[in-house]
């Protein structure tokens, strides 16, 4: 999380090493930042056993577990949906601003998301009322809203669906496909090589068609989530048991593999996070697993965990950390602070990147402070 605000920030700086931006469509390359989004995808499937795994706990159902993940899907989609079309807004089309627009989409968003506590200041007001306020001003930002030109004004439209509505199309697959497989690691490695396959077809030609299966977004994304989830049964079955060096001969040995099979295939595909080629997907997916296993080492083995105090609340509170950037740009824009050059260009603008992804989670913890914590 604290990588993705920085290199979310790098578009403010000029003059960065290439190694820590994004590579554009037509270079067969990657950096830093490539890697920063199926990292996060990554983690996804982390999760995804032990959330599951504690409902079940719980004495959830089949299908209550299900019904949950359906409405983490639809609500990271409503989000995504919302932010991208940001991207595209026409500002002179509006009736206001659109960095007013963009406050208020993340306003709506804390209004409906929000963990509200059982406190006597939240009682005043109930929650219900909280999250029809929040979906009140989703429905007046979706009737001012324009894109496109004067001459050819444009509605919402999904486009690329957005960081967050990638997540909530590929947790909801993984999931499911997770709900009812459970922790039988050999088939879930089975189901990771459909993906990687799925995703190698959509570069495949039969005769001059592309026999590719989209299930909302490219496989890629669904395989780096799987990646993950096999990860994390490995680490159930070994890691958390104490066999140390079988866990960690099978992270570093994937890894190995999944680097292997992306430089393998480049000359075929190429590297590119844009067109999210079964090279790239490897790559990264053989770096997060030697992350993982190198993470493991440090804080489960060697019990060194104090490094990650400061950046916690990036942790504790994902969603809101991600959030918190679009009240920021957004108000500082209407009242016209910027930063002078000096601190957008080269090595000065990296480190006022990576100052403001500390003091974005800075702001996150005390937003738990006051109890502002998105959940879904």
């Not at 590579?23 to 499937?45: C, H, N, Q, R, Y």
């Not at 486009?159 to 497989?181: R, S």
Request: some cysteine; overall charge positive.
């Amino acid at each position: 999380m604290f990588l993705m605000i920085f290199v979310n920030d790098l578009w403010t700086v000029i003059h960065v090493p290439d190694w820590m931006e994004h590579a554009k469509a037509s270079e067969d390359t990657m950096g830093l930042a490539d890697w920063v989004f199926p990292g996060f995808l990554f983690i996804v499937g982390l999760s995804i056993p032990i959330a599951i795994e504690a409902r079940r706990k719980k004495g959830e159902t089949t299908l209550d577990i299900f019904w949950h993940i359906l409405k983490r899907s639809t609500a990271l989609v409503v989000m995504g949906f919302y932010m991208v079309n940001l991207e595209n807004i026409n500002n002179d089309l509006l009736p206001f601003s659109k960095y007013f627009w963009e406050i208020l989409m993340a306003t709506a968003i804390v209004l409906i998301w929000n963990v509200y506590p059982n406190h006597k200041a939240f009682k005043k007001i109930p929650q219900w009322a909280m999250q029809l306020a929040g979906i009140v001003v989703f429905i007046f930002l979706s009737v001012v809203y324009k894109s496109g030109t004067a001459e050819n004004p444009t509605w919402l439209e999904p486009h690329w669906w957005g960081i967050l509505g990638i997540i909530g199309w590929a947790y909801l697959l993984c999931a499911t496909v997770y709900l009812l497989v459970g922790k039988k690691i050999i088939w879930i490695a089975l189901v990771l090589v459909v993906f990687q396959f799925l995703n190698a077809m959509q570069f495949i030609d039969f005769f001059g068609y592309k026999l590719s299966i989209n299930f909302m977004v490219s496989a890629s994304n669904h395989a780096s989530i799987t990646s993950g989830i096999v990860a994390t049964l490995l680490y159930l079955e070994y890691g958390k048991t104490g066999n140390v060096s079988k866990f960690l001969s099978f992270i570093f040995i994937l890894a190995v593999l999944f680097v292997a099979y992306g430089f393998i295939t480049r000359p075929e595909w190429g590297i590119s996070k844009i067109k999210a080629t079964p090279s790239w997907t490897s790559i990264c997916a053989g770096i997060s697993f030697a992350a993982f296993g190198i993470l493991y080492l440090v804080a489960d083995v060697w019990k060194k965990t104090s490094w990650a105090n400061g950046i916690g609340p990036a942790g504790r509170s994902t969603l809101t950390c991600y959030l918190v950037p679009y009240f920021y740009y957004g108000i500082m824009a209407l009242v016209g602070i910027y930063l002078p050059e000096f601190f957008k260009t080269g090595f000065f603008g990296i480190i006022k990147s990576l100052l403001f992804a500390y003091l974005i989670i800075f702001i996150t913890g005390q937003l738990e402070k006051l109890n502002i914590r998105l959940k879904i």
